[in-house]
Structures are given as structure tokens and as C-alpha cells.
């Protein structure tokens, strides 16, 4: 009966992410997961130190994934898990909230989510606006442009691209200042 609950325990515990089958006979613990538990939570932290560990991570795996691809695919991770970050650090208005909105929202006018994919956009220019990084702001207007375009609102396609442009040069412009 005890082996029957710890495999029941297992498969639990692959379903839900937190480990990886490997073979017939290994699991490897999720990498954030990993990450959260080789750098430890420092004494006193608080979930949202947690939360901001796995955005961060987040963020910076999926960085890294479009530098060594150099053109856009999210790597092999579940939307509904960049869907839940995403939507808890817009919720707790993280400066991990606005790249996470734009690879989301990347992700959804992809595979022709033009609504939602809108809406999370929106929310992530919104929060890039309130941390004043005119990058992101210019990066989002640039996708979505492309996701008003796609639900035929043109005015609001080409008022977004002008912007997007603007603010991406204006965003190099002060980066060529500062080297």
C-alpha cells in the first residue's frame, strides 16, 4: 500500500511540473524550483521575495533562450505556467511584469489569441510606463501593433507603430549617451 501512494505522490508531482521524468527510474526537480531551492530563501524572505526569484529566473531564461535562438520562440515551457507568473507579477506590479507580458503576448498573437494577446499587452505597457523603461514600451507597442493589425484595428495599428518607433529611438538614443 505505501509504494502505491509514494508512485501516486510521483506522478502528482510530475502532472503539476515540479519534477521531471528521466528514464524509467529518475526524476529531476523542475529548474526553478531548483534554482529557488540551491539559493535558498534568505532568513526572514517572504513569498514575495519567492515570486520575485521565480519572475526573475523566468526572465532570464527566457533571455537567454532568444539570444543563443536570435529570432523569437519560447522555448519547451508551458504557457499556462508563464501565464500564472505572468499574471501574478502584473498582479503585485513586478518589473519582471512588462517582459513577461511581451513574451506572453508574443506567444498568444503567434497562435492567433489576438484578444488576449492584446490584453496582456496593454496591461504589460501599462506597467512599463509606470517603471519608465522605454525599451519594453517600445518592444510591446512593436507587437502590439501587429495584434491590432491582425484584429483589423488599423488606426490603433498605425498610432502604436508610430510610437513604437519613437520610443525604441529615443530609448537607443539615450543608450548611445551612456557609453
Not at 54 to 66: F, P
Amino acid at each position: 500500500m505505501t509504494i502505491l501512494l509514494v508512485e501516486d505522490g510521483l506522478a502528482r508531482l510530475v502532472a503539476l511540473g515540479f519534477l521531471e521524468a528521466e528514464g524509467n527510474d529518475a526524476v529531476v526537480l523542475h529548474r526553478l524550483l531548483a534554482a529557488f531551492v540551491v539559493e535558498g530563501p534568505a532568513a526572514g524572505a517572504t513569498m514575495d521575495a519567492a515570486r520575485t526569484a521565480v519572475e526573475d529566473s523566468l526572465v532570464g531564461q527566457l533571455t537567454a533562450h532568444l539570444e543563443r535562438a536570435r529570432v523569437y520562440g519560447l522555448p519547451l515551457l508551458p504557457i499556462p505556467h508563464l501565464r500564472h507568473v505572468t499574471e501574478a507579477a502584473l498582479g503585485r506590479s513586478s518589473a519582471a511584469a512588462a517582459p513577461l507580458t511581451l513574451t506572453l503576448g508574443r506567444h498568444l498573437r503567434g497562435v492567433g489569441e489576438y484578444v488576449s494577446a492584446q490584453e496582456y499587452l496593454e496591461k504589460g505597457l501599462a506597467n512599463a510606463v509606470t517603471t519608465g523603461d522605454l525599451y519594453t514600451q517600445g518592444r510591446i507597442l512593436s507587437v502590439l501593433t501587429r495584434a491590432y493589425y491582425s484584429q483589423g484595428f488599423h488606426p490603433e495599428a498605425q498610432r502604436s507603430a508610430v510610437e513604437a518607433a519613437r520610443l525604441l529611438r529615443l530609448a537607443n538614443t539615450i543608450l548611445a549617451h551612456m557609453k
